[in-house]
């Protein structure tokens, strides 16, 4: 273990952080140029991970998890970037931070029996349903309507820009139960409204469930190696039993669900930022310009002399919120901080880093580009920077 | 029936050793420590064994300080049962020390088999482990590259790689020690439920200076220096004819080799 880490990390974690690199060595990254190209990653590789109880880090031994405390997600958060699929690590954390954990709450002893700890094996993939065509950040106008006709719910709607959508077995899905959206009386109380269903995408006899389908794959500008689809249910019927937590509670559970999400997405961003950082200083230390190094020029000296810095710094604020999570003390402010801060950082490096590697940093064959289109999804996804800004507003107490 | 597992920690391949400002060592503050590459092969094959094997108990031995601690825990996270830690503050011990020592632990432990690395990548001297075999008197096969448990588990069928694609195969009954080569297996990587279950597994404590007996080490080491850095290539150019005759002047005048 390196002695300046010990505040945070025990030789357990390291032993750990040792096996998950070992794996990210061995089982992905001899693949990864292979899978963005194909912008395709094996469901197979899942159950691998399921295997070494890299999907259930913090879950019970119930259900097939190893009840970890929360630094050993945030060794496997940060050995995993260097698979250098920012992509598929998306579909993973999709699957271990922004729907399991929901499951894990609020689920019945039933509904984790049959998602969680299959998913924690690896034998069955998560996606979350939230974000639709006409909104992303404002959850509140939700338009996908869940009727509950006698034991059964009858969906109706589109989602889009879902991760894992086009292999997900079970769908955590939030839909409309209750309120409206077009009527100004009720609109309101429209968050009042939502709730979640574990939509299994697949009947009991294996077949697609009717009514349900997957649109095209999405194409986009980076995260290639991560499956992104667009989901549409029409008349789909999902037995009641498949409801999360109560009905209409939708809006808070969505809303509590953020800080694991926004947590993770900062311990990747600066993991992220360190391999930005330590591949352009490798290329900097090499490349030669007039004569010399471009690594004996000031000029990148002192700016990559900033961005260590600034990545130290960034990481000192993003262990905080973990520390803070970790002890379940309340952190809205620090989660929102760090997310809002490393993914803002991640951005502006990435462009320090193209710039260092010259043409060549345009090239696709060079990780560098190819992480600078990644990484611009970081800002957007798990609540956009905008939106961090407004809770920080809210949660300084800025307006008097 | 007894399997032992010789482990060292060292310090890992992409760590850029530096040397104290009296020569005296290695500094160890920036170090990442891992267990001996060869070792992983060694542990690997004694769970492999131990999984044929109903009843058998796997364990692993460690001689170094405190920090070696984490090897051990490793080795016992990848699935070995136990733990012996032989906790050195003491540090000179060469190889033949390290051998006595390993000697007097593991004599009257009831062991069939001994696994061990071919050599650790710090030092590489590779002679650990057939010095354990002279003090012990078993049979040793070194560079091993299978190894394969007879039907009766009275003893193994094992490959040793020599020189020119040549191979030896011996047959032979326990007790004896293996050298494991790279090749012999894929090492697994510990799981997390596996690391979790490793802080409940035993690990025996002892002293190196209980077993010494009285001994010294043959070899102490002086001083350190970094190897020099290597000088850059020369690099001929023109007509092959033309190369040859150059290369045969400097080979001739400058290297003095011919």
């Known amino acids: 273990m390196h002695h300046k880490n010990r505040s945070y990390f025990t030789e357990d974690h390291e032993i750990f952080r040792k096996s998950v690199r070992t794996f990210v060595e061995k089982e992905l990254l001899p693949h990864q140029k292979e899978w963005e190209e194909k912008k395709f990653v094996p469901k197979e590789i899942f159950k691998k991970l399921g295997d070494q ?33 920012n992509g598929f690590a998306m579909d993973v954390f999709v699957q271990t931070d922004i729907t399991s954990p929901v499951i894990e709450k609020l689920g019945t ?33 939700i338009r996908t309507t869940a009727k509950k006709v006698g034991n059964e719910y009858v969906i109706n709607g589109s989602k889009t820009f879902i991760t894992n959508g086009s292999r997900a077995d079970y769908i955590v899905l939030a839909v409309r139960t209750g309120g409206s959206i077009t009527d100004k009386e009720t609109f309101k109380n429209a968050y009042q409204g939502l709730s979640f269903i574990l939509f299994p995408t697949k009947t009991e006899d ?16 980076g995260n290639d190696s991560s499956d992104t689809a667009e989901l549409s249910f029409s008349d789909c019927k999902v037995p009641a039993k498949y409801l999360l937590g109560e009905e209409n509670k939708g809006f808070y559970y969505i809303m509590q669900n953020f800080q694991g999400e926004r947590l993770i997405t900062a311990v990747m961003s600066v993991a992220s930022s360190r391999q930005l950082w330590n591949d352009a200083v490798a290329y900097l230390n090499e490349r030669q310009a007039f004569g010399r190094r ?26 905080r919120a973990v520390d803070l999570y970790n002890r379940k003390i309340p952190c809205v402010k620090e989660i929102t901080m760090a997310k809002l801060i490393t993914t803002e950082l991640v951005n502006k490096l990435a462009y320090d880093c193209v710039q260092a590697h010259g043409g060549y940093g345009y090239m696709a064959e060079y990780d560098v580009s190819r992480i600078f289109r990644d990484v611009r999804l970081l800002t957007i996804g798990a609540g956009a920077s905008e939106i961090m800004r407004e809770i920080i507003v809210k949660e300084t107490g800025l307006m008097r | 029936m007894n399997i032992a597992v010789l482990i060292k920690q060292v310090p890992d391949t992409e760590t850029k050793i530096k040397i104290k400002p009296d020569q005296s060592g290695i500094e160890e503050g920036d170090i990442k420590f891992i267990v001996n590459p060869y070792d992983e092969f060694a542990i690997e094959e004694a769970i492999k064994t131990k999984e044929k094997i109903p009843g058998a108990t796997t364990f692993v031995v460690s001689i170094g300080p405190e920090r070696a601690g984490e090897a051990i825990r490793t080795a016992l996270a990848m699935g070995i049962d136990k733990g012996i830690h032989i906790v050195n503050n003491e540090p000179a011990l060469d190889s033949y020390l390290t051998a006595k020592v390993l000697h007097g632990v593991l004599k009257e432990r009831n062991i069939s088999v001994i696994f061990s690395g071919k050599q ?4 590489d001297h590779g002679q650990l482990t057939q010095m354990l075999a002279d003090m012990l008197d078993w049979p040793c096969v070194m560079i091993t590259e299978s190894f394969q448990l007879k039907e009766d588990k009275s003893g193994a069928k094992l490959v040793r790689r020599l020189g020119g694609g040549a191979k030896e195969i011996y047959e032979i009954a326990f007790p004896f020690l293996v050298g494991c080569e790279k090749g012999l297996n894929t090492p697994r990587y510990a799981s997390l439920p596996g690391i979790m279950k490793a802080k409940t597994k035993p690990v025996e404590k002892l002293l190196v200076s209980n077993y010494l007996e009285g001994q010294s ?38 290297s003095k080799v011919i």
């Open chain 1, 109 to 141: 002893p039933e509904q984790k029996k049959e998602i969680l700890e299959p998913a924690i094996k690896g034998e069955k993939i998560l996606a979350l349903g939230v974000t639709e065509p006409s909104g992303g950040s404002d959850v509140a106008r």
């Open chain 2, 217 to 254: 080490a043959f070899v102490s080491y002086k001083n350190y220096e970094l190897p020099p850095e290597r000088m850059a290539g020369k690099k001929l150019e023109g007509e092959p004819q033309i190369q040859a005759q150059s290369l045969v002047k400097l080979l001739r005048e400058e």
């Open chain 1, 294 to 319: 471009l690594a004996d020029f000031q000029v990148w000296q002192h700016r990559f002399a900033q961005w260590a810095a600034e990545i130290e710094a960034a990481q000192e604020l993003t262990y």
């Open chain 1, 53 to 85: 109880g890299f999907l259930g880090i913090n879950y019970p031994a119930e259900y097939g998890g190893s009840g970890c405390d929360l630094w050993y997600k945030v060794v496997f958060a940060e050995e995993m970037t260097h698979a250098r699929m």
């Open chain 2, 120 to 123: 650790a990548i710090d030092f």
């Open chain 1, 206 to 221: 294996g077949k697609t469930r009717p009514g349900f389908s997957v649109g095209r794959k999405l194409l986009k500008m």
